[in-house]
C-alpha cells in the first residue's frame, strides 16, 4: 500500500468552470476526510465519510461542492462554478475507525493534496 | 469554538541548536493533540500524537508534551538539522470531533546551516 493518493497534484483552471479532485485511501481505512488549506494557514474541515456514508459536513461546503464516496474506497470531491476563493490546496485523509464508533486514537493519514489555481 | 494558536508563526535557528515550538487551545476538552510536519507544496506528515491522559511523547529528536488544564503543548526539537526546515502545525480532536482536527496556523521553521 501506498498511502493515500490524490489527483490531480495541480488544477489550473478558468473561474466558472467545474473541477473535479479524486482520493483514493489506504485501502482497509473505512473513514476518508477531506480539509482544504489557504496559503499560511492551517487546514480546515470540509467533510467526512465513514465507508460510504457522508456523516458531516462543514459550514465551509457551499452548494457548489460535493463530495461521494461511492463504494466506501475513492472519494471525489467537485467544486462547481469555481471562483478565485476556491484557490487552495484540497487535503484528503483516512483512518481506521474501531468497531466502538468514536476512535479519536487513530492517526489520520494525509495525502499530498491537489493544489487549486482559480483564474 | 475550539481555536488553536501557534506562536512563532515563523522562526530561524542556527543547526545543531535546541528549539521549542508553542501550541496553545482555548477548549480543554480535547481528545488528543497531534503535531504535523508539512514540506512546502506537500501534504502533511504525523509526528506525534499525544492522548488527553499522557503529559508527553517521543519519538527521536522530537519530543511533545501537554499540559491540558492550562491548554498548551510544546514540541521540542533537539539538535536540530537543515532537514528539520518545514513548516509544523498542531491539531487537537476534541472529545466529539469524530476524528475531526482542528488545526493551528503552523510554525514555518527554517534551520540555517
Known amino acids: 500500500d501506498t498511502g493515500v493518493s490524490q489527483d490531480p497534484r495541480h488544477k489550473i483552471t478558468k473561474r466558472g468552470q467545474n473541477v473535479t479532485f479524486r482520493c483514493d485511501p489506504i485501502s482497509e481505512h473505512n473513514r476518508l476526510y477531506w480539509y482544504r488549506q489557504t496559503l499560511g494557514q492551517g487546514p480546515e474541515f470540509l467533510t467526512y465519510?465513514?465507508?460510504?456514508?457522508?456523516?458531516?459536513k462543514s459550514r465551509l461546503l457551499s452548494d457548489r461542492f460535493s463530495a461521494e464516496r461511492p463504494k466506501g474506497s475513492f472519494s471525489t470531491l467537485e467544486i462547481q462554478r469555481t471562483e478565485q476563493g476556491d484557490s487552495a490546496m484540497y487535503l484528503c485523509?483516512?483512518?481506521?475507525?474501531?468497531?466502538?464508533?468514536?476512535?479519536?486514537?487513530?492517526?489520520?493519514?494525509f495525502g499530498a493534496g491537489s493544489r487549486l489555481t482559480v483564474l | 469554538k475550539q481555536e488553536v494558536t501557534q506562536i512563532p508563526a515563523a522562526l530561524s535557528v542556527p543547526e545543531g541548536e535546541n528549539l521549542v515550538l508553542n501550541c496553545s487551545f482555548t477548549d480543554s476538552a480535547i481528545y488528543n493533540l497531534q503535531w504535523f510536519r508539512q514540506d512546502p507544496g506537500k501534504g502533511l506528515t504525523s509526528l506525534l500524537l499525544?492522548?488527553?491522559?499522557?503529559r508527553e511523547q517521543t519519538s527521536g529528536r522530537l519530543n511533545a508534551s501537554l499540559d491540558k488544564s492550562s491548554g498548551r503543548s510544546t514540541l521540542y526539537i533537539a539538535a536540530s538539522q537543515p532537514g528539520d526546515s518545514a513548516t509544523y502545525l498542531c491539531a487537537v480532536v476534541g472529545w466529539f470531533g469524530n476524528e475531526k482536527l482542528t488545526f493551528g496556523t503552523g510554525t514555518r521553521l527554517t534551520i540555517i546551516p
Open positions: 499525544i492522548q488527553s491522559s499522557q
Open positions: 465519510f465513514q465507508n460510504e456514508a457522508q456523516l458531516e
Open positions: 485523509a483516512s483512518s481506521l475507525a474501531g468497531t466502538g464508533g468514536f476512535a479519536g486514537a487513530n492517526v489520520l493519514t
